[in-house]
T-cell receptor
Framework: QKEVEQDPGPLSVPEGAIVSLNCTYS??????FMWYRQYSRKGPELLMY????GNKEDGRFTAQVDKSSKYISLFIRDSQPSDSATYLC????????????FGQGTRLTINP | EAGVAQSPRYKIIEKRQSVAFWCNPI?????LYWYQQILGQGPKLLIQ????????DSQLPKDRFSAERLKGVDSTLKIQPAKLEDSAVYLC????????????FGPGTRLLVL
C-alpha cells in the first residue's frame, strides 16, 4: 500500500464547474499537507499549505484536511481553463529528517 | 526573488553513458532536495542536503547516482552509468528556514535514456 493515494484521472470538467480533488494517506505522523500545481514541462508550484486538520481558503481554492479519516481535499470554484494542470497532494511529518511524500497527481482539464 | 535554477533543461543520452545535472537554489535556502519524477507519477525524493551535509539519501541508488553540494550552495547530481529506467524529470527544490515546510521547485531536467 502506498503512503499517499491519489486518483490519477484524467479529470475533465466544463469551465465554471466546481472541482474536487482528493487524497488519502496511511501515515498518521503526517502533520503538514500541501497541494502543488504542475503545468506541463514545469516544476511543481505550491498552491495551498495546511497544518493539521481544518479548512483553508485562498481565493477560488479551498483545502480541507480530515486527519481522523486520513483524507485531504482541494476544491476549485469557478474553474478556469488556466487551471488545467496536474495537481499533486503532498504531506510531511515533523522533524528535520522527514520526507515530503507526494501523491501520483491528478491531471485536470477545464474545457472552455 | 529569483527561483530555483536548473540546467540543462533537456538531455538525451544512451544507456551506460554518464550525465550530470546542476541546481542553484534560492539565495539563502539552506536545504536542497533532488527528486526523480517518472512520467505519470509524483516526485520521489532522492537526496536531501542541509547546507553541504547529507540529511537523507536512503532512496538514492548509490551504485550509479551521486550528488554533492560543495560550499552549501549549488548542487550537482550525477548518474553513471545510466539505465533506461532512469528516464525521468529530475527536479531540484530548496527550502528556507522560516519554519514552514514549503519547498520551492525548479523547472526540472528532462532526461531520456535510449
Amino acid at each position: 500500500q502506498k503512503e499517499v493515494e491519489q486518483d490519477p484521472g484524467p479529470l475533465s470538467v466544463p469551465e465554471g464547474a466546481i472541482v474536487s480533488l482528493n487524497c488519502t494517506y496511511s501515515n498518521s505522523a503526517f502533520q503538514y499537507f500541501m497541494w502543488y500545481r504542475q503545468y506541463s514541462r514545469k516544476g511543481p508550484e505550491l498552491l495551498m499549505y495546511t497544518y493539521s486538520s481544518g479548512n483553508k481558503e485562498d481565493g477560488r481554492f479551498t483545502a480541507q484536511v480530515d486527519k481522523s479519516s486520513k483524507y485531504i481535499s482541494l476544491f476549485i470554484r469557478d474553474s478556469q481553463p488556466s487551471d488545467s494542470a496536474t495537481y499533486l497532494c503532498a504531506m510531511i511529518g515533523t522533524g528535520g529528517a522527514q520526507k515530503l511524500v507526494f501523491g501520483q497527481g491528478t491531471r485536470l482539464t477545464i474545457n472552455p | 526573488e529569483a527561483g530555483v535554477a536548473q540546467s540543462p533543461r533537456y538531455k538525451i543520452i544512451e544507456k551506460r553513458q554518464s550525465v550530470a545535472f546542476w541546481c542553484n537554489p534560492i539565495s539563502g535556502h539552506a536545504t536542497l532536495y533532488w527528486y526523480q519524477q517518472i512520467l505519470g507519477q509524483g516526485p520521489k525524493l532522492l537526496i536531501q542536503f542541509q547546507n553541504n551535509g547529507v540529511v537523507d539519501d536512503s532512496q538514492l541508488p548509490k551504485d550509479r547516482f551521486s550528488a554533492e553540494r560543495l560550499k552549501g550552495v549549488d548542487s550537482t547530481l550525477k548518474i553513471q552509468p545510466a539505465k533506461l529506467e532512469d528516464s525521468a524529470v529530475y527536479l531540484c527544490a530548496s527550502k528556507g528556514t522560516s519554519g514552514k515546510e514549503t519547498q520551492y521547485f525548479g523547472p526540472g531536467t528532462r532526461l531520456l535514456v535510449l
